[in-house]
T-cell receptor, first 113, second 115 residues
């Protein structure tokens, strides 16, 4: 596609439910990032995928968070047993192997009630 | 561990005046440095980057940034601000060696340009 696509754009869920957030990166981009943006907290790194290498999961805040990237393209971020503190905008970004510039999607606004 | 500090939550400037948004960083070895901008209800957009070479980097929309290794700073500047520059600005750093490709962002600075 022309840009990074994220779905859904908004997600409202109840505490304790599981949610899946999807990211479709720019075609041909081998690097894919997930970040979380909370009010006043800036962008918090969650996880990074690069080609077929093992992902850098160092930013995942707890074992309730996981992510996968199938076929080197689409990625899914899963949050199990959601908590109110998980409410934030979840941003996905991709970049080409040689480039350093990240292209961001519009994000998924997650609200946990 | 790499980190970025944006000491000002908000910067206010009159249209036509020069603007500066401050950023300092900490990283092992040499840095790759970036500025991104987030306009209201829009995604994050790349503004400019420093990889190597000239310390003064020019980017989109008339913005520039100066890399200062001794002060570990990468302040964003523009000679003449526009109301349309009002947005949230993020500085980011990645180490050339170590830290993988993880890009660490600051907490952001809200720029408000008034008539």
């Amino acid at each position: 596609g022309a840009g990074v696509s994220q779905s859904p754009s908004n997600k409202v869920t109840e505490k304790g439910k599981d949610v899946e957030l999807r990211c479709d990166p720019i075609s041909g981009h081998t690097a894919l990032y997930w970040y979380r943006q909370s009010l006043g907290q800036g962008l918090e790194f969650l996880i990074y995928f690069q080609g077929n290498s093992a992902p850098d999961k160092s930013g995942l805040p707890s074992d309730r968070f996981s992510a996968e990237r199938t076929g080197g393209s689409v990625s899914t971020l899963t949050i199990q047993r959601t908590q109110q503190e998980d409410s934030a905008v979840y941003l996905c970004a991709s970049s080409s192997l040689q480039g350093d510039k990240l292209f961001f999607g519009s994000g998924t606004q997650l609200s946990v009630l | 561990a790499q980190s970025v500090a944006q000491p000002e939550d908000q910067v206010n400037v009159a249209e036509g005046n020069p603007l500066t948004v401050k950023c300092t960083y900490s990283v092992s070895g040499n840095p790759y440095l970036f500025w991104y901008v987030q306009y209201p209800n829009r995604g994050l957009q790349f503004l400019l980057k420093y990889i190597t070479g000239d310390n003064l980097v020019k980017g989109s929309y008339g913005f520039e940034a100066e890399f200062n290794k001794s002060q570990t700073s990468f302040h964003l500047k523009k000679p003449s601000a526009l109301v349309s520059d009002s947005a949230l600005y993020f500085c980011a750093v990645r180490g050339v060696t170590g830290g993988g490709n993880k890009l660490t962002f600051g907490t952001g600075t809200q720029l408000k340009v008034e008539l």
